[in-house]
């Protein structure tokens, strides 16, 4: 399996106060944008058997997964990380050229608590919702 590179991402990313800046964390947050299509994914960190639950669809494996992760050029911010065991959650906003901003949720699920691999994904995004005046 290959490493899916963003060679020249014109994303830019920000990472909020309440991001932490343990490993795990650090490693959920480079996951997320990978999926995004703002950095790189590797092949090292998904199980061969991996699966990703987003927008409808699922997808089963590395290829699957690598082929969907697509680069974007996006703005994207970062606002929290949440690691406990085999479980991180990272969630935060997107704004895609020609697109609303969004909110988006990805809650990862590794194959040990030292997060060395992952397991599945389940991805949430839905777009952002300005408050009544």
Known sequence: MNDVQ????TSTVERGTACGSSPKAK???DIALGLMGASALLSDDFAEAVSWQKGGAAL???DAIFKAAKQTGADIRIDEIVTHGKAAA??????RMGQPA?????????TSASAKQVASVISFEHPLKEPRK
């Open 6 to 9: 963003h060679e020249s991402s």
């Open 27 to 29: 490693k959920a947050a």
């Open 60 to 62: 089963i494996g590395q």
């Open 90 to 95: 990272v969630s935060g906003q997107v704004r």
């Open 102 to 110: 969004a909110l988006f949720c990805h809650m990862i699920r590794f």
